[in-house]
């Protein structure tokens, strides 16, 4: 029944007309929250439903997302019934599923600086997270739902060379190594950002003394090598989690100075985390957990 009732909404020209009264009222904090919350239901009914995104992305949805979030997802008003949370939430969702594999919209989001508003989303919710002492354990739950789809975004939106660069250069993986810390507890929270690294680790440029096509990774230092084990130790049995740290892992391992940080930095454990990866999901890291283990070998062997 909701599948048919939101296919019947974009069918019946609801999409445009609930965009087009978002876009008459751009400060009614309200109304944003409310229109980006039944936006992101629509799509969520409808998976791979792509008449529902050309409906959204032809009357400028991508747009009116990102205004969205720059006009209530990034100063709070310090209220905790008030729709900051919940608009940076369904903003990032909404963002992540239209620019997921469709690089004209990755385009669009680029130009309407969409990443830098998520970034800027991020960096807000974890400043009240930490400065709101009394609501703490209120703030955390919806500062990690919030901080797990910005991250999913992120992880979608680096995709495009000009995003990746734009967040590299403007504190977007300080922003990824500090939501890591902040949830360490939280599966969801640490395999998004293992995800987007993974893709913001990765430069533009191609190696240029290598016929290979290797690709050239940034460097991690020792603390942040640290927090892709904690991640994989705390959450040994998520699938996810390990996969995409492995995967991290395996693409810095590119880099023979991130080789040699694992080495020193983190007493050992990178090897026992990738060990215990390879025990529980063979299938998913044993290929990229070995190729790390292989590159470390001549320090642990």
């Known amino acids: 029944v909701q599948i048919e009732a939101c296919s019947a909404i974009a069918m019946q020209g609801g999409i445009p007309i609930l965009l087009s009264t978002l876009t008459q009222h751009p400060l009614t904090q309200h109304l944003q929250q409310t229109g980006l919350c039944l936006l992101r239901q ?8 792509n008449r529902m995104k050309a409906a959204l992305t032809s009357s400028f949805g991508i747009e009116i997302t990102i205004k969205a979030i720059f006009t209530h997802g990034i100063t709070s008003s310090n209220n905790a019934d008030s729709g900051y949370y919940r608009i940076l939430e369904d903003g990032c969702m909404l963002l992540w599923s239209l620019g997921f594999q469709h690089s004209d919209n990755l385009q669009r989001i680029h130009v309407g600086g969409g990443a830098g508003a998520i970034l800027a ?3 807000s919710a974890m400043q009240e997270q930490e400065e709101d002492k009394e609501e703490r354990e209120i703030n955390n739950k919806r500062n990690e739902r919030v901080q797990g789809n910005a991250l999913g975004a992120l992880h979608t939106l680096s995709f495009h060379p000009g995003i990746r ?6 504190g977007g993986m300080e922003c990824v190594l500090k939501v890591m810390s902040l949830h360490p507890h939280s599966a969801s929270v640490q395999e ?20 290979s096509g290797d690709v050239v990774v940034m460097l991690l230092d020792g603390q942040a090598m640290v927090m892709i084990a904690v991640a994989m130790e705390n959450h040994i049995t998520v699938a996810r989690v390990q996969r995409n740290a492995c995967l991290l892992l395996w693409l810095l391992c590119k880099s023979l100075e991130n080789v040699r940080i694992m080495q020193q930095k983190t007493n050992g454990r990178i090897r026992r985390v990738l060990i215990g990866a390879i025990q529980q999901f063979p299938s998913e890291c044993e290929k990229s957990a070995r190729f790390v283990i292989e590159r470390m070998g001549s320090i642990y062997d």
Do not use: H
Not at 165 to 170: A, E, H, K, P
Not at 192 to 211: F, H, I, K, P, Y
């Open 42 to 49: 629509l799509l969520r009914a409808s998976p791979g439903n």
């Open 192 to 211: 998004r950002a293992c995800g987007a690294l993974a893709t913001l680790v990765v430069r533009d440029e191609q190696m240029s003394n290598s016929s």
């Open 121 to 123: 989303g991020m960096e």
């Open 165 to 170: 660069s734009g967040l590299r250069d403007n």
